[in-house]
């Protein structure tokens, strides 16, 4: 099967590492009826002589191999230079994923994720098409996952609280709507940052008090906002697990009658590989939402595996591109025709159209030129608590003569933008530039994968 991720074709071949012969042949069995070819391996050593004959670009490791020999295979994948992504099988009860998790991060690995068992084929398609990034080397030291026992601690502990980014409309520079975002900052472990945090609160089952705490931020900071500007949305991602829970649609209802905000108000944002996890589920749930009046968006459009049959089928009222394509648009020719050709598709199917990780006033003009409507990304703010957000609402808090209380201030359009260093860190030399990838914290905290 050939496979379009980003703008290049790629031939998978999966190595399958289980010690359980029947779960090894319904792995393989699965792999190949999603349309790549599956390679398997009862042990350590034929893994490594598997993949020394043939390099894979995606290998699944059994938990069930045992701390040592998975380390073992990890390190040899590090040692060898090979580049393929990981995914783990565990069992519900298996308390390892934590370590194996490090140990690939350690060796400077990229992982997918985790599959449970009995394994869902949505779940492992989405991993296959997921494509996550390699460890930066600076990370290597600082990057520890949390136990699921702190991120609970920490959420009983109020050290959990939400920043917002603002979504801004190309066209005028207007600053239509903000995006939530989880934020940890604990007096132990310092700042967690999302990509630490939230596959944590995926597979210890905290990811629902996760979102219902950010959520109810989220709608009680917009009901502050729109009394300064009725049309104010808040976007908050949902994870396949919160979509399948059925109680979500009650609890948004009960937050959004308890603080008067329509239900228009809110965007509820759903990623390609959380939509692939779980399809039916996420189908109903977000159909739900959509029949409430909550706005649905697909988020990170472009790094997963949508069809149109997809976005025809879904209530989606807005289409977010990924920033990966966005980052890379100026100087990579194929990315740009594919964002110019996701715009006209999105406005053909009568969606809004989102660009994230607009970083320069280049793309962004490039952008509303070619029909993007809305931007987000640190040009036009960098992502902030709601008490800041809220005096960077006001008008005198974004006068463009005068330096805003959080960072960035932008002026009636999104052409000049000022920032007032906020700490050391952002004293940086003259003529420095300094981007969305220099801080690893400020990014969505549903965690792309």
């Avoid at 700042?191 to 109810?216: K, N």
């Avoid at 990315?335 to 110019?340: E, G, H």
């Avoid at 709601?386 to 960035?408: E, H, I």
Wanted: aromatic share 6%; with cysteine; charged share 25%.
């Amino acid at each position: 099967m050939i496979h379009l991720h980003g703008t290049q074709a790629v031939a998978f071949r999966v190595l399958i590492v289980d010690i359980d012969p029947i779960e090894r042949v319904v792995l393989a069995r699965c792999v190949e009826m999603l349309g790549w070819g599956a390679d398997t391996a009862d042990c350590l050593s034929e893994a490594i002589d598997k993949f020394s004959i043939r390099p894979h670009d995606v290998v699944v490791i059994d938990f069930g191999l045992g701390q040592r020999d998975n380390r073992h295979l990890l390190r040899h994948l590090h040692r060898v230079h090979a580049d393929p992504s990981v995914i783990f099988v565990a069992r519900e009860a298996e308390d390892r994923r934590a370590d194996s998790l490090q140990s690939a991060r350690d060796f400077d690995l990229r992982v997918a994720g985790t599959l449970t068992r009995p394994i869902d084929p949505y779940r492992l398609h989405a991993l296959l098409l997921s494509n996550p990034l390699r460890p930066r080397p600076g990370d290597r030291a600082t990057t520890i996952y949390p136990s699921a026992r702190e991120l609970d601690q920490a959420l009983r502990d109020n050290e959990i609280h939400t920043e917002y980014q603002p979504k801004t409309y190309l066209a005028t520079g207007e600053i239509v709507g903000v995006e939530a975002l989880a934020r940890w900052y604990s007096p132990t472990l310092g700042v967690v940052s999302p990509h630490q945090f939230v596959p944590v609160a995926e597979q210890s089952g905290l990811i629902g008090r996760l979102t219902f705490r950010v959520l109810e931020d989220a709608i009680v900071a917009c009901r502050q906002w729109r009394e300064m500007r009725p049309d104010c949305s808040v976007a908050v991602n949902l994870s396949p697990r919160v979509l399948a829970d059925p109680g979500l649609l009650p609890r948004i209802e009960s937050l959004l009658d308890q603080n008067r905000v329509p239900p228009g108000a809110l965007i509820a944002e759903v990623t390609e590989t959380a939509l692939i996890a779980n399809l039916p589920t996420a189908t109903e749930a977000l159909t739900r939402l959509s029949l409430k009046g909550v706005r649905v968006s697909i988020d990170g459009f472009g790094s997963g595996y949508s069809s149109i049959a997809s976005l025809l089928r879904m209530p989606f009222a807005e289409l977010k591109i990924d920033r990966s394509f966005i980052g890379v648009c100026r100087t990579d020719p194929e990315a740009w025709r594919l964002v110019r050709a996701t715009v006209a598709l999105a406005r053909a199917l009568g969606m809004n159209v989102v660009a994230e990780g607009i970083e320069t006033e280049d793309i962004s003009d490039r952008l509303r030129d070619v029909g993007c409507d809305i931007g987000q990304g640190w040009y036009f703010g960098r992502p902030m608590q709601g008490d800041a957000m809220l005096r960077y609402l006001t008008p005198k808090g974004r006068n463009p003569l005068t330096p805003g209380p959080v960072g960035l201030v932008m002026a009636s359009a999104p052409r000049r933008m000022v920032r007032e260093p906020s700490s050391k860190a952002d004293l940086a030399p003259a003529g420095a530039v300094r981007t969305e990838r220099d801080a690893k914290a400020d990014v969505p905290w549903e965690l792309q994968s």
